[in-house]
């Protein structure tokens, strides 16, 4: 898969690759009897220079693949958007909310400075996480009315201030499913 979009604010669209490996030993019948490549996927953004495009990072199997046992539910949907010069990767999935990781370029490299989620119950919002990793601020906002519809949801809001030495770095993630941000 290919993203376009502004990276590093030069004004010239840079492009974010979705790859995946392509071992034959993961390709595998699912419990459904269908065969699935269960290879990992990986990322590759590349900067657009006035010669072509450079590689700006990578990380070759940080992502699971798109064909994982999903559970009582299937596997979340993996998808990249550009964003204010920002490389937002972004989990869907479906009706039990979704969460994304937010990473902008700064000291060579792409680090981690943001992260949102949403636990939902069909359109009913439970919680909410935001995490900011440069003010080390995290706010949860927990669903506290029961018996409610959708945007009806009366909040309690929890602040709490953050650890975290070094920001986490693109290229370093060996599996965004292991991420805890809990």
């Not at 290919?2 to 690759?17: A, H, Q």
């Not at 595998?28 to 010669?51: A, D, E, H, P, S």
């Not at 009706?95 to 949102?116: K, T």
């Amino acid at each position: 898969e290919k993203y376009f979009g502004d990276l590093n604010k030069d004004g010239l669209e840079d492009c974010v690759l979705i790859i995946k490996k392509t071992d034959t030993t993961n390709i595998v019948i699912n419990q459904f009897g269908k065969k699935v490549n269960r290879n990992r996927r990986g990322i590759i953004v590349l900067f657009k220079t006035k010669n072509g495009y450079k590689i700006a990072d990578k990380n070759y199997t940080c992502f699971s693949s798109e064909n994982e046992d999903g559970g009582v539910y299937f596997p979340p949907d993996l998808w990249i958007e550009i964003k204010k010069g920002k490389l937002c990767v972004h989990y869907g999935h479906g009706r039990y909310g979704y969460w994304e990781y937010v990473f902008r370029f700064q000291n060579s490299n792409f680090e981690l400075i943001g992260y949102e989620s949403s636990s939902n119950l069909g359109p009913i919002t439970m919680r909410e996480t935001s995490i900011n990793f440069l003010t080390k601020k995290k706010l949860v906002k927990k669903k506290i009315n029961k018996n409610t519809e959708g945007g009806n949801e009366i909040f309690k809001e929890t602040w709490n201030n953050i650890e975290i030495e070094n920001l986490i770095k693109l290229s370093e993630i060996k599996d965004f499913d292991e991420l805890d941000m809990y």
